[in-house]
Protein backbone atom coordinates (compact mmCIF):
# COMPACT_ATOMS: atom_id res chain seq x y z
CA UNK A 1 0.00 0.00 0.00
CA UNK A 2 2.87 2.63 0.46
CA UNK A 3 3.77 2.10 -2.80
CA UNK A 4 0.31 3.38 -4.38
CA UNK A 5 0.65 5.82 -1.83
CA UNK A 6 3.92 7.40 -2.96
CA UNK A 7 2.82 7.03 -6.28
CA UNK A 8 -0.27 9.09 -5.49
CA UNK A 9 1.91 11.79 -3.79
CA UNK A 10 4.48 11.99 -6.29
CA UNK A 11 1.58 12.44 -9.19
CA UNK A 12 -0.18 14.84 -7.54
CA UNK A 13 2.87 16.96 -6.52
CA UNK A 14 3.92 16.40 -10.27
CA UNK A 15 0.84 18.09 -11.50
CA UNK A 16 1.24 21.08 -9.30
CA UNK A 17 5.30 21.27 -10.06
CA UNK A 18 4.51 21.55 -13.98
CA UNK A 19 1.04 23.88 -13.67
CA UNK A 20 3.50 26.36 -11.72
CA UNK A 21 5.98 26.14 -14.09
CA UNK A 22 4.28 26.22 -17.21
CA UNK A 23 2.62 29.37 -15.65
CA UNK A 24 5.81 30.73 -14.60
CA UNK A 25 7.46 30.98 -17.89
CA UNK A 26 4.38 32.80 -19.10
CA UNK A 27 4.47 35.46 -16.59
CA UNK A 28 8.28 36.14 -17.60
CA UNK A 29 6.56 36.43 -21.38
CA UNK A 30 4.47 39.25 -19.74
CA UNK A 31 7.40 40.70 -17.74
CA UNK A 32 9.35 40.94 -20.77
CA UNK A 33 6.46 42.47 -22.68
CA UNK A 34 6.31 44.76 -20.03
CA UNK A 35 9.69 46.15 -20.59
CA UNK A 36 8.69 47.86 -23.76
CA UNK A 37 5.73 49.53 -22.33
CA UNK A 38 5.34 53.14 -21.70
CA UNK A 39 6.14 54.45 -18.02
CA UNK A 40 3.61 54.41 -15.62
CA UNK A 41 2.26 50.77 -17.16
CA UNK A 42 5.95 49.89 -17.57
CA UNK A 43 6.87 50.19 -13.41
CA UNK A 44 3.57 48.97 -12.35
CA UNK A 45 3.65 45.72 -14.50
CA UNK A 46 6.76 44.93 -13.70
CA UNK A 47 6.53 45.05 -10.28
CA UNK A 48 3.13 42.88 -10.24
CA UNK A 49 4.67 40.07 -12.01
CA UNK A 50 8.14 39.79 -9.84
CA UNK A 51 5.67 39.90 -7.19
CA UNK A 52 3.71 37.31 -9.09
CA UNK A 53 6.78 35.52 -10.00
CA UNK A 54 7.94 35.22 -6.81
CA UNK A 55 4.76 33.92 -5.09
CA UNK A 56 4.58 31.29 -7.33
CA UNK A 57 8.17 30.04 -7.55
CA UNK A 58 8.71 29.73 -3.47
CA UNK A 59 4.80 28.81 -2.37
CA UNK A 60 3.85 26.61 -5.58
CA UNK A 61 6.63 25.38 -7.47
CA UNK A 62 9.71 24.70 -5.31
CA UNK A 63 7.34 23.16 -2.47
CA UNK A 64 5.85 20.91 -5.15
CA UNK A 65 9.33 20.04 -6.98
CA UNK A 66 10.61 18.98 -3.35
CA UNK A 67 7.35 16.91 -2.64
CA UNK A 68 7.46 15.29 -6.55
CA UNK A 69 11.20 14.67 -6.16
CA UNK A 70 10.53 13.06 -2.18
CA UNK A 71 7.66 10.55 -3.37
CA UNK A 72 9.57 9.61 -6.06
CA UNK A 73 12.93 8.77 -3.96
CA UNK A 74 10.74 7.13 -1.84
CA UNK A 75 9.16 4.79 -4.12
CA UNK A 76 12.47 3.72 -5.24
CA UNK A 77 13.36 2.56 -2.14
CA UNK A 78 9.91 0.90 -1.49
CA UNK A 79 10.99 -1.16 -5.38
CA UNK A 80 14.35 -0.68 -5.36
CA UNK A 81 13.97 -3.51 -8.09
CA UNK A 82 13.40 -0.09 -11.22
CA UNK A 83 16.58 0.84 -10.30
CA UNK A 84 17.83 -2.10 -12.84
CA UNK A 85 15.62 -1.11 -15.26
CA UNK A 86 17.28 0.85 -17.74
CA UNK A 87 14.03 3.45 -18.46
CA UNK A 88 14.09 4.86 -14.76
CA UNK A 89 17.62 5.81 -15.79
CA UNK A 90 16.21 7.58 -18.73
CA UNK A 91 13.44 9.38 -16.88
CA UNK A 92 16.08 10.14 -13.73
CA UNK A 93 17.98 12.41 -16.27
CA UNK A 94 15.22 14.08 -17.45
CA UNK A 95 13.97 14.92 -14.41
CA UNK A 96 17.22 16.52 -13.66
CA UNK A 97 17.24 18.36 -16.58
CA UNK A 98 13.36 19.19 -15.44
CA UNK A 99 15.51 20.30 -11.90
CA UNK A 100 18.11 22.52 -13.74
CA UNK A 101 15.04 24.22 -15.34
CA UNK A 102 13.29 24.35 -12.21
CA UNK A 103 16.34 26.42 -10.80
CA UNK A 104 16.96 28.38 -14.13
CA UNK A 105 13.44 29.71 -13.75
CA UNK A 106 14.33 30.84 -10.42
CA UNK A 107 17.88 32.85 -11.93
CA UNK A 108 15.61 34.25 -14.18
CA UNK A 109 13.02 35.73 -11.96
CA UNK A 110 16.36 37.24 -9.95
CA UNK A 111 17.63 38.76 -13.91
CA UNK A 112 14.15 40.03 -14.67
CA UNK A 113 14.01 41.64 -11.23
CA UNK A 114 17.44 43.51 -12.07
CA UNK A 115 16.36 44.37 -15.82
CA UNK A 116 19.59 42.54 -16.51
CA UNK A 117 17.82 39.84 -18.45
CA UNK A 118 18.06 40.30 -22.42
CA UNK A 119 15.85 37.48 -23.39
CA UNK A 120 13.06 38.36 -25.73
CA UNK A 121 9.16 37.34 -25.35
CA UNK A 122 9.55 35.25 -28.14
CA UNK A 123 12.57 33.58 -26.72
CA UNK A 124 10.40 32.91 -23.72
CA UNK A 125 7.36 31.70 -25.48
CA UNK A 126 10.25 28.55 -26.93
CA UNK A 127 11.70 28.13 -23.17
CA UNK A 128 8.13 27.49 -22.02
CA UNK A 129 7.65 24.44 -24.18
CA UNK A 130 10.92 22.66 -22.96
CA UNK A 131 8.65 21.39 -20.02
CA UNK A 132 5.91 19.86 -21.89
CA UNK A 133 8.48 17.90 -23.77
CA UNK A 134 10.19 16.30 -21.10
CA UNK A 135 6.53 15.62 -19.46
CA UNK A 136 5.52 13.60 -22.28
CA UNK A 137 9.00 11.73 -22.38
CA UNK A 138 8.61 11.03 -18.57
CA UNK A 139 5.20 10.07 -18.29
CA UNK A 140 5.71 8.12 -21.25
CA UNK A 141 8.62 5.90 -19.83
CA UNK A 142 6.64 5.84 -16.59
CA UNK A 143 3.55 4.66 -18.10
CA UNK A 144 5.35 2.45 -20.73
CA UNK A 145 8.04 1.05 -18.40
CA UNK A 146 10.47 -0.27 -21.37
CA UNK A 147 7.84 -1.62 -23.20
CA UNK A 148 8.83 1.89 -25.80
CA UNK A 149 12.22 1.81 -27.62
CA UNK A 150 14.62 4.92 -26.94
CA UNK A 151 14.36 5.37 -30.99
CA UNK A 152 10.54 5.56 -30.49
CA UNK A 153 10.92 7.66 -27.24
CA UNK A 154 13.31 10.05 -29.50
CA UNK A 155 11.23 10.41 -32.12
CA UNK A 156 7.89 10.99 -30.50
CA UNK A 157 9.98 14.05 -28.38
CA UNK A 158 11.42 15.24 -31.83
CA UNK A 159 7.41 15.21 -33.47
CA UNK A 160 6.29 17.16 -30.16
CA UNK A 161 9.73 19.71 -30.36
CA UNK A 162 9.09 20.52 -34.36
CA UNK A 163 5.38 20.95 -33.91
CA UNK A 164 5.83 22.89 -30.63
CA UNK A 165 7.86 25.38 -32.19
CA UNK A 166 6.77 25.28 -35.60
CA UNK A 167 3.48 26.09 -33.13
CA UNK A 168 5.44 29.16 -31.41
CA UNK A 169 6.74 30.41 -34.74
CA UNK A 170 2.83 30.68 -36.36
CA UNK A 171 1.86 32.11 -33.22
CA UNK A 172 4.47 35.07 -33.77
CA UNK A 173 3.78 35.71 -37.75
CA UNK A 174 -0.23 35.58 -36.26
CA UNK A 175 0.71 38.41 -33.65
CA UNK A 176 2.17 40.50 -36.10
CA UNK A 177 0.20 40.54 -38.40
CA UNK A 178 -2.46 41.61 -36.10
CA UNK A 179 -0.48 44.85 -35.19
Known sequence: ??????????LIAMVAWFAGLFYLVRLFVYHAEA?????????????????MEIRLYRIITTPAMILTVIAGIAMLFTVPEYLKEPWIHVKLTLVLILVGY???CGNTIAKL???????SSQRFRLINELPTVLLIAIILLAVLRGRISMISLLLIVMATVFTLGGATFAYKRYRMRRK
Open 102 to 104: HFY
Open 35 to 51: FKKEEPARSILVQQYHI
Open 1 to 10: MSLLAFKAVH
Open 113 to 119: QRGVTKT
